[in-house]
């Protein structure tokens, strides 16, 4: 018996990384999913059908729907999408994000834009639609939202990704006290440095390496990591937690203290 038997459970960003991995630990304790990402057809886009059928293949009903989360219509359709397959939206996850790293003295106005219309305009408009389908019914419902240490650690090159993911951590509060007498609870959870295609993409394997022994806990994380603090903050057991911001890194900002 899972821990969120009988749920339905939104993704964004879910393709590949922290997104795939947290739909997939959703569904494995017993949550259906729909789950949203770009259209594989564009250049280096993961198929986020090919998560909907991991998740068929765990027993548990998927939708995957094709389209872009900046645009306040596709967070929409998302909802309504799930709403007709499967009556309801218990569960929403904020996670589709995007990041053109650059410095601020070279950014280009289009790449800056990008980014945060994806990580904090995509949030924004993923979070309303959900909460708007959970107040009409009279709630409950969770909503987690996928931030970023990056919200505190001031990484260099990477300003527009990390003044989104402290404008989304800030959303968290606000939303938690509009929502709370609807008994939705709103969380986030901040990842560290985990280990994914994204960052992949920005780091060689020995960076990664190196970055991981630095790390108190020895290691990068995993998209199960996250997925595994997603399962709580969408289960009963966090009934009471709302507003707050959930670390998930390993000890990376407590490292930050440590002597060398």
């Known amino acids: 018996m899972g821990r969120l038997d009988g749920r339905v459970a939104l993704v964004t960003g879910a393709a590949r990384g922290i997104g795939r991995g947290i739909a997939l630990a959703l569904a494995r304790e017993g949550a259906d999913c729909v789950l949203n990402d770009l ?6 886009v993961a198929d986020v059908h090919a998560t909907a059928v991991e998740i068929e293949q765990l027993g548990r009903r998927a939708l995957a729907c094709v389209g872009d989360i900046a645009a306040p219509e596709t967070a929409g359709a998302l909802v309504a999408a799930a709403v007709d397959a499967f009556g309801r939206v218990d569960i929403a996850v904020a996670n589709a994000a995007r990041s053109i790293r650059e410095p601020v003295v070279d950014a280009t106005w289009s790449n800056v834009l990008r980014t945060t219309e994806v990580t904090q305009f995509g949030v924004f408009h993923t979070c309303q639609a959900a909460a708007r389908h959970m107040v009409g019914r009279g709630g409950p419902g ?4 996928i931030g970023s240490i990056l919200a505190q650690v001031p990484m260099p090159t990477s300003a527009a990704y990390n ?29 560290g440095a985990i280990d994914t295609p994204g960052e992949r993409s920005f780091a060689s394997e020995d960076e990664l390496r190196r970055t991981g022994a630095r790390i108190p806990w020895g290691r990068l994380g995993t998209p199960d990591d996250i997925g595994h603090a ?25 490292g930050m203290t440590l002597a060398p």
């Open 163 to 191: 003044m989104a993911k402290a404008a989304i951590n800030q959303l968290c509060p606000t939303l938690a006290a509009e929502l709370a007498p609807y008994r939705i609870n709103v969380n986030v959870i901040n990842p």
């Open 230 to 254: 997603a399962v709580f903050l969408a289960s009963d057991a966090a009934d009471y937690i709302t507003g707050s911001v959930l670390q998930v890194d390993g000890g990376y900002r407590v």
């Open 39 to 44: 259209d594989p057809a564009q250049p280096g």
């Open 142 to 145: 969770k909503l987690i939202i």
